[in-house]
């Protein structure tokens, strides 16, 4: 049975930062696009960054880019967001997605599977 499980959001200040981690079980995870996405309250859920299978192609959404790291360790089967530079806009719950297709996307369209999520709050 495929599985997302979100872990390592928190309380941060602004300006700090926090290491989301996505694990994942129940496919091939090496051949997947995994995407990241958030949803703040009242707010749609945004696409925030993706990562191929391989791990060769990634990309950020605007308000992200520079500050957002994403990666893979498919001996792991696990996808990680490096968030730095935190700033109370990117409050909301994060989540992992599996994409139905070898490119890129940041498009909730075009997504699988989710995880539940894990919060992430910014503030002082």
């Known amino acids: 049975q495929l599985q997302l499980v979100e872990s390592g959001g928190g309380l941060v200040q602004p300006g700090g930062s926090l290491r989301l981690s996505c694990s994942a079980s129940?496919?091939?995870?090496?051949?997947?696009?995994i995407t990241w996405f958030r949803q703040a309250p009242g707010k749609e859920r945004e696409g925030v960054s993706c990562?191929?299978?391989?791990?060769?192609?990634?990309d950020y959404a605007h308000s992200v880019k520079g500050r957002f790291t994403i990666s893979r360790d498919n001996a792991k089967n696990t996808v990680f967001l490096q968030m730095n530079s935190l700033k109370p806009e990117d409050t909301g719950v994060y989540y992992c997605?599996?994409?139905?297709?070898?490119?890129?996307?940041?498009?909730?369209?075009?997504?699988?599977?989710w995880g539940k999520g894990t919060p992430v709050t910014v503030s002082s």
């Open positions: 997605a599996v994409g139905l297709f070898r490119s890129c996307s940041l498009s909730r369209g075009d997504m699988n599977h």
């Open positions: 129940g496919f091939t995870f090496n051949v997947y696009t």
């Open positions: 990562i191929t299978g391989s791990g060769s192609s990634t």
